[in-house]
């Protein structure tokens, strides 16, 4: 089992004693902003939760994703005749039901990118009553939630779609916030300059300084930003034009509350050649 | 490139591969070894003095482990590299994770609820196996066969009602030199079944030790007979329940025919089409 940061480590044991705690009646939620860790953090716990790789069933929601596709749906057979097939979920949770002795996780990416009461359909309350049975619409088959399967997932709270998320669908979350973190921005960024972390470290105090309430919500992104980072040069720079940049100024859209303040600790964004160390 | 001359699928006599208990103890044993020279390898393979039709001996015949080197470079798990070492690659590693004891006594994470887990991924990448490759079974076949063994296998089965037996295995499948023959060999077995015969089937491909040899094609073909059920009372390998999507979706998947240099390379290439997740960064 790979080991990482203390602050890493210590954000997946949350993650782990809130599946331990809450697995069995809720959805465990990440929440943060983009490039915060939640994936890398979601799939480090997951499989330290049920202790082998294999037990953990990844699944990215999106627009496109249905009732059909997660529960259960009619499919084409090779006859040109129609069967009900289990979705995803269904499907694992089966799985997890035939093996009750292990503990089994579906982890779903992006969780508030698709139509999530209809994508959800019944498992919305019976994620917290396992013992009751309900009937699926196609097959008419009883199902219960398997008790030892765990629904992780990840969602940005500030993403247009989380922000119409309903009181039902809140109270079936346990939510583990995940903020941009310097503890974990240092631990990850270990083969860099200490110059250079402690500068990027200034950059997200600056912004906490300027919004002390709102700054988890309002930065537009998290340490994970700075996952790919190999060298000061010229990786720093190329990222700002590739990407913060075009975060931060957006076309026809007010400019992001934290623009200045980033654009003054990110002495990189200038030239290529400018090294802070 | 191998340049052999063979138009029909051969046969080995491998010891049997069998995940689900009673499980293949040799297997376990050489998946074991990984970074062993293949020397230490045949010494940590289980061996009864006692049992031994060579007197005076105190290893298993070299032969054990050159089954177990077959069954894992076929279906992904290991090979010995160039050094002569055994390299067991991250599908062999999930297998042993999975079958392995976790202590004394214990039971292994594998059992007959959740192996089609394992079998799913073990699908993917005997789908990519091809008839002709560079291990020392593989290197005897004509250029003209494409044939990927057990993606044909499965299809066969899937559009014969699920089942396939000895003869038909023998006589019609071990004859597809490449996709176009499928279709015939589902039609023969159809005709056969319909008639009730054998004959429709065609000739015999393997001779000597029949059983054996196809009983060895059906264990790898079922990943140790967690895709697929060992002979039934009717003489019928079937497709275990559950596993007929698995096995749709897998040998769904054009995978092109290639040329690896080395075994390792394919090895390696089996196993990486298995996918399993990867450790986060």
Same mark, same amino acid.
């Given at each position: 089992?790979?080991?990482?940061?203390?602050?890493?480590?210590?954000?997946?044991?949350?993650?782990?004693?809130?599946?331990?705690?809450?697995?069995?009646?809720?959805?465990?939620?990440?929440?943060?902003?983009?490039?915060?860790?939640?994936?890398?953090?979601?799939?480090?716990?997951?499989?330290?939760?049920?202790?082998?790789? +294999?037990?953990?069933? =990844?699944?990215?929601?999106?627009?496109?994703?249905?009732?059909?596709?997660?529960?259960?749906?009619?499919?084409?057979?090779?006859?040109?005749?129609?069967?009900?097939?289990?979705?995803?979920? +269904?499907?694992?949770?089966?799985?997890?039901?035939?093996?009750?002795?292990?503990?089994?996780?579906?982890?779903?990416?992006?969780?508030?990118?698709?139509?999530?009461?209809?994508?959800?359909?019944?498992?919305?309350?019976?994620?917290?009553?396992?013992?009751?049975?309900?009937?699926?619409?196609?097959?008419?088959?009883?199902?219960?939630?398997?008790?030892? +399967?765990?629904?992780?997932?990840?969602?940005?709270?500030?993403?247009?779609?989380?922000?119409?998320?309903?009181?039902?669908?809140?109270?079936?979350?346990?939510?583990?916030?995940?903020?941009?973190?310097?503890?974990?921005?240092?631990?990850?960024?270990?083969?860099?300059?200490?110059?250079?972390?402690?500068?990027?470290?200034?950059?997200?105090?600056?912004?906490?300084?300027?919004?002390?309430?709102?700054?988890?919500?309002?930065?537009?992104?998290?340490?994970?930003?700075?996952?790919?980072?190999?060298?000061?040069?010229?990786?720093?720079?190329?990222?700002?034009?590739?990407?913060?940049?075009?975060?931060?100024?957006?076309?026809?859209?007010?400019?992001?509350?934290?623009?200045?303040?980033?654009? =003054?600790?990110?002495?990189?964004?200038?030239?290529?050649?400018?090294?802070?160390? | 490139?191998?340049?052999?001359?063979? *138009?029909?699928?051969?046969?080995?006599?491998?010891?049997?591969?069998?995940?689900?208990?009673?499980?293949?103890?040799?297997?376990?044993?050489?998946?074991?070894?990984?970074?062993?020279?293949?020397?230490?390898?045949? %010494?940590?393979?289980?061996?009864?003095?006692?049992?031994?039709?060579?007197?005076?001996?105190?290893?298993?015949?070299?032969?054990?482990?050159?089954?177990?080197?077959?069954?894992?470079?076929?279906?992904?798990?290991?090979?010995?590299?160039?050094?002569?070492?055994?390299?067991?690659?991250?599908?062999?590693?999930?297998?042993?994770?999975?079958?392995?004891?976790?202590?004394?006594?214990?039971?292994?994470?594998?059992?007959?609820?959740?192996?089609?887990?394992?079998?799913?991924?073990?699908?993917?990448?005997?789908?990519?196996?091809?008839?002709?490759?560079?291990? %020392?079974?593989?290197?005897?076949?004509?250029?003209?066969?494409?044939?990927?063994?057990?993606?044909?296998?499965?299809?066969?089965?899937?559009?014969?009602?699920?089942?396939?037996?000895?003869?038909?295995?023998?006589?019609?499948?071990?004859?597809?030199?490449?996709?176009?023959?499928?279709?015939?060999?589902?039609?023969?077995?159809?005709?056969?079944?319909?008639?009730?015969?054998?004959?429709?089937?065609?000739?015999?491909?393997?001779?000597?030790?029949?059983?054996?040899?196809?009983?060895?094609?059906?264990?790898?073909?079922?990943?140790?007979?967690?895709?697929?059920?060992?002979?039934?009372?009717?003489?019928?390998? *079937?497709?275990?329940?559950?596993?007929?999507?698995?096995?749709?979706?897998?040998?769904?998947?054009?995978?092109?025919?290639?040329?690896?240099?080395?075994?390792?390379?394919?090895?390696?290439?089996?196993?990486?089409?298995?996918?399993?997740?990867?450790?986060?960064?």
């Amino acid at each position: 089992m790979t080991q990482y940061g203390q602050a890493t480590e210590a954000k997946i044991a949350e993650v782990v004693t809130a599946c331990e705690s809450h697995g069995a009646n809720s959805i465990v939620a990440l929440a943060g902003v983009p490039g915060t860790g939640k994936s890398f953090v979601a799939t480090a716990a997951a499989r330290r939760f049920t202790g082998e790789p +294999l037990l953990v069933r =990844e699944v990215q929601f999106h627009q496109s994703f249905s009732y059909e596709e997660f529960v259960e749906g009619m499919r084409l057979d090779s006859k040109g005749g129609f069967l009900v097939k289990p979705g995803v979920f +269904l499907e694992w949770n089966d799985r997890a039901a035939a093996d009750p002795g292990r503990r089994y996780v579906l982890l779903i990416e992006e969780l508030t990118r698709a139509n999530l009461p209809a994508v959800l359909g019944e498992v919305l309350t019976y994620v917290e009553y396992r013992d009751r049975p309900f009937l699926t619409i196609y097959d008419r088959r009883p199902v219960t939630l398997a008790k030892n +399967l765990t629904l992780l997932a990840t969602y940005n709270p500030t993403d247009r779609s989380a922000i119409e998320l309903d009181a039902a669908l809140m109270r079936r979350l346990r939510i583990v916030s995940c903020p941009p973190d310097n503890a974990q921005l240092r631990e990850m960024l270990t083969h860099l300059p200490g110059k250079v972390v402690d500068t990027l470290v200034d950059l997200f105090d600056a912004c906490q300084k300027q919004h002390p309430d709102d700054y988890e919500h309002l930065m537009p992104f998290g340490h994970g930003i700075f996952a790919g980072v190999t060298a000061e040069r010229p990786d720093l720079y190329d990222l700002w034009h590739e990407r913060i940049a075009h975060m931060l100024r957006r076309p026809l859209v007010p400019h992001h509350a934290f623009l200045k303040s980033i654009e =003054e600790h990110y002495p990189w964004r200038k030239s290529r050649a400018t090294t802070v160390t | 490139m191998t340049d052999g001359t063979e *138009t029909t699928w051969g046969g080995t006599l491998h010891s049997t591969f069998c995940l689900l208990p009673p499980r293949s103890e040799s297997l376990f044993a050489y998946l074991g070894s990984d970074g062993l020279h293949r020397a230490a390898a045949r %010494g940590r393979l289980p061996f009864d003095r006692r049992r031994s039709s060579r007197a005076g001996e105190e290893e298993p015949d070299d032969r054990r482990r050159r089954d177990m080197r077959h069954i894992c470079e076929w279906s992904g798990l290991a090979y010995e590299d160039e050094t002569k070492t055994v390299r067991v690659t991250e599908l062999g590693r999930a297998v042993l994770r999975w079958t392995r004891a976790p202590s004394p006594g214990a039971a292994p994470l594998i059992n007959e609820g959740n192996a089609l887990i394992l079998g799913r991924h073990a699908a993917y990448a005997l789908a990519a196996c091809q008839l002709r490759n560079p291990t %020392g079974a593989g290197e005897k076949y004509h250029p003209s066969m494409v044939v990927f063994p057990f993606a044909f296998i499965w299809r066969v089965m899937l559009a014969s009602e699920g089942r396939l037996n000895s003869d038909e295995l023998n006589r019609a499948v071990l004859r597809i030199r490449d996709e176009s023959g499928i279709g015939e060999c589902v039609e023969r077995i159809a005709a056969s079944r319909a008639a009730s015969d054998v004959s429709l089937l065609g000739d015999s491909t393997l001779t000597g030790r029949t059983n054996d040899r196809l009983i060895a094609w059906m264990s790898l073909a079922s990943f140790g007979w967690v895709l697929l059920r060992k002979k039934d009372r009717s003489g019928f390998y *079937t497709i275990r329940p559950g596993a007929e999507e698995i096995l749709r979706s897998a040998a769904s998947i054009g995978y092109a025919h290639l040329e690896h240099a080395t075994n390792a390379e394919f090895v390696a290439y089996l196993s990486s089409r298995a996918a399993l997740p990867q450790e986060p960064r």
